[in-house]
């Protein structure tokens, strides 16, 4: 519609043609667009959940020598899966934020039960 001629819609004439990789805007959604704000609401909705599972580890886990909490996945699950469904995404998270510490890729139920979390 852009290329159009005989279109007049002025939102498609505001907007960018073509971005590329070296672009900062590329793959990012129009600034201040709804889908912007759904976005930045959806980040901060999930920050709020990693700080909830570091509580949650703080208060179900023990001290250790090193000074770190420490929890077993099996028994965060349980504490956890009332509160949220999300969490191995949540883990995931928040170790990639450096908040908790644990061994392996990924986490499963049952399986990796006593694979130890460590909060940072």
């Known amino acids: 519609q852009r290329k159009n001629p005989f279109s007049s ?3 498609l004439a505001s907007k960018p043609a073509h ?3 070296g672009d900062p805007t590329y793959g990012r959604p129009p600034e ?3 889908t912007e704000q759904r976005g930045k609401d959806a980040h901060s909705h999930v920050g709020k959940e ?6 949650i580890i703080r208060s179900t886990g023990e001290v250790g020598e090193d000074g770190h909490v420490s ?3 099996g028994q965060l699950f349980e504490t956890y899966v009332t509160i949220s469904n999300k969490v191995v995404g949540i883990l995931l998270r928040a170790r990639k ?3 908790v510490h ?3 890729e990924m986490l499963w139920q049952g399986k990796d ?3 130890v979390i460590t909060l940072l």
């Open 102 to 104: 644990f061994e392996g």
């Open 32 to 34: 201040g667009s709804q």
């Open 50 to 55: 990693v700080e909830e599972l570091c509580l």
């Open 97 to 99: 934020h450096g908040l």
């Open 19 to 21: 971005t590329h990789r």
């Open 113 to 115: 039960d006593d694979v």
């Open 9 to 11: 819609d002025e939102r």
């Open 71 to 73: 929890v077993t996945f």
